[in-house]
DNA sequence: CATGAATGAGCATTCATTCAT
DNA sequence: AATGAATGAATGCTCATTCAT
């Protein structure tokens, strides 16, 4: 090894420390959780001082903030530039919760401390994860509130609780994947989500009644038509 | 002061210790959280000392335990109850969302308690409310699944996935209610729930009615044919 | 050693226990002063744990104001008593005087406490040590302007600064104490400012003396007269 | 641009360095008092590294130091030259004092920090303000001393107390000037604390008396020469 | 010379749990 | 059985000082 090799390393760059410590800070708030995460533990796994922390955050909560601003970060790039390309709003919403499943089972640590912090109340600064889940919402309220002006869903029941339905079904599932370990079929979840708040599990609604009634008549006309 | 007038309070029976206790540990956990809510509050506010506490129960997790399970004790009694009378797995579907609306709007204290403190993960002994929020989760899985035996239901939708839709919106619902405080309207919102994945939202989709005019069209051909 | 013997030492009485902690920490705080004094050096002379400090005492500040609190105790039941009963405003002050050099002497340790810890300016809560030196002071400035309305002090000066000048002074003979150790002379000290503070130091005028001469040169002459 | 512009500026001399920084340190701890205020904020407000200031500064301390000396400098260059100029000891007594109370109301920021951080007593190195404070001390005793040399003063009292009166007094003025705010009335002050260390406060004293009654008699035998 | 990142000891305070009485 | 005093480990955070660059 080179001098020079020697001399490229030894102090990272202000980039290269904030990304160590937001790592290290990521992997012992998912393993521990905010509260119990300590930020003893914190330095020790990026191998500083309790204090180099301090140069760079504010606090304890600063650090979870970073931690969940660039998990979030990614997933709203990528929905930003990926929603306009999009046609209806029943495939923008199927894709709103395909991305989100993605994000979820893409990163099972993150998921659990975004599963588990979720809740503040009483804190003075709310927790950064909230608000972010609430942009998700947004986005998906917004979709079904332009889906009922342009009459693509009907309006018989309101927005914000298909995406409470929705959104919550998300964190279920969020949860029980950080439980069990399960991995997650997207794909399959994603339709059965969607078809779900589409079209209802109801199978005798009259659409569907009518529907399967007109196919069986036109069986029986081509039938006729064949026979004839 | 007579002897009998003394001797008549002079013990509490150990079911009523541990009924204040439980009491006590409920106010201060609703009020505090459960990491912020402290044994020393707890028993003060039971007019009885720490280690009084620890005769009953094995530690603070014990006591959140009990808190939860007679919390919902209550609500499993009802519903076991009143299940069985009602005819319809959407009726019964219906009544569960209904009577956990309830629940929640009904207690909002210990609705925010669980609502903070429902994710453990990585405690060794994990929260009893998961466990009988997934019971009602159970209750409402079963329900589907008959609905899907029977006919009722469709099945391209996973059981699962319905009542973690249902669930996961119920919870944010709650939460939501803890955060504002503004009232719930149970039966609207009943309502809302219940159509959304019982119908979808979709309004008749214009291919089913093309699809049924072109039907439509498709017999009078058929019927001239015929008739010529 | 009998049994009842051991028994009656092994949990120090509250009284007792607090006793311990405030004079441990009148003992620390004296050697290092209040915020260099540590709650862990309290706990270790006291021979207990931190935590139990905190069961006495809401933090670090109200152990401070409990040590000068019962300095001053002593100091001021003293002086309430004895005041009254002394005729004279030169002398009442000068057993003010007299008294605080007592206290000074007495008790090296808590005076450079007090002459260290005196200035806060601003924190919130000012310490103690001032309201009391203060009400030394207040006692002080009541006599003086006490003999100004009775004509035995004439009112060319103001009783504040009168004060501000043995208060000032009896504060940095205490601490000259603190720092040469030499003892205080204190009736010494006490005639040497009680002098000062009601006849100055300027020897009898010039003028005056001439004045005495020629009265005597006249009266001596008056009488040769008055023999003739 | 030019490189003589360049090199105009580019290093401060070592002086400007220091003076940049010494007067940083005033500020700041002015602003903070000495524990509060922090080698951070003093470098910042340079706009230098916290570094830099260790090259020309043995600590925190040392700053201070030099800060105090400074500011002491001043006084003391401008009493050497004022107070040979000034005949008779009273007179130097009360230029002194005055001189004092101006470079008390005249920086008020400085003056609280010595208020404050006056009493080291325990710390390796004792701050420099006691020091100058003593040599305050000293001038005004020694003043004390050669007036009672050549009997402009009598020698009932001690120098070293009525120094300490009257420093003392200074002392407490100026505590209150930085409580209150309230501006010092220079010449009052003076006048009233001349007054007291040199007359006294007692209206009835001794010499007055007799003096009062010389002139009785003298208006007596005057009569007398008259009648006879 | 200057920098400023890194250090790490130090501190007040909290609280679930234990155990002597 | 009940008490409640005592424990003491654990935590987030500060900052004077050092030293590699």
Tied chains: 1, 2, 3, 4.
Excluded: W
């Excluded at 521990?32 to 003893?40: M, N, P, T």
């Excluded at 917004?142 to 889906?147: F, N, P, R, T």
């Excluded at 919550?168 to 994603?190: C, F, H, N, P, Q």
Aim: one cysteine or more; aromatic letters at 6%; hydrophobic letters at 35%.
């Amino acid at each position: 090894m080179s001098v020079v090799a020697l001399a490229k390393i030894p102090r990272p760059s202000k980039a290269q420390r904030i990304d160590t410590i937001v790592e290290s800070a990521r992997k012992v708030f998912c393993a521990s959780g905010f509260e119990k995460g300590s930020i003893v533990d914190i330095a020790k796994d990026a191998g500083i001082a309790e204090g180099t922390i301090y140069r760079y955050f504010d606090g304890k909560r600063s650090l979870l903030d970073e931690v969940l601003h660039r998990h979030y970060a990614v997933f709203f790039d990528d929905v930003q530039q990926t929603l306009p390309s999009i046609e209806g709003h029943s495939n923008r919403l199927r894709y709103l919760i395909r991305r989100t499943l993605l994000s979820i089972s893409g990163d099972r640590g993150i998921c659990g401390l975004i599963t588990r912090d979720k809740r503040p109340l009483d804190n003075e600064t709310p927790s950064l994860s909230q608000d972010l889940n609430r942009q998700i919402a947004v986005l998906m309220a917004d979709e079904v509130k332009a889906g009922i002006k342009s009459r693509t869903f009907h309006c018989n029941t309101s927005p914000s609780i298909v995406c409470d339905m929705i959104g919550g079904g998300l964190e279920l599932i969020a949860y029980s994947y950080m439980r069990t370990g399960k991995s997650i079929d997207v794909d399959k979840v994603t339709d059965s989500i969607s078809l779900t708040f589409l079209s209802g599990i109801e199978s005798s609604d009259p659409t569907t009644e009518s529907l399967a009634n007109l196919v069986e008549r036109l069986e029986q006309t081509a039938d006729r038509l064949d026979h004839s």
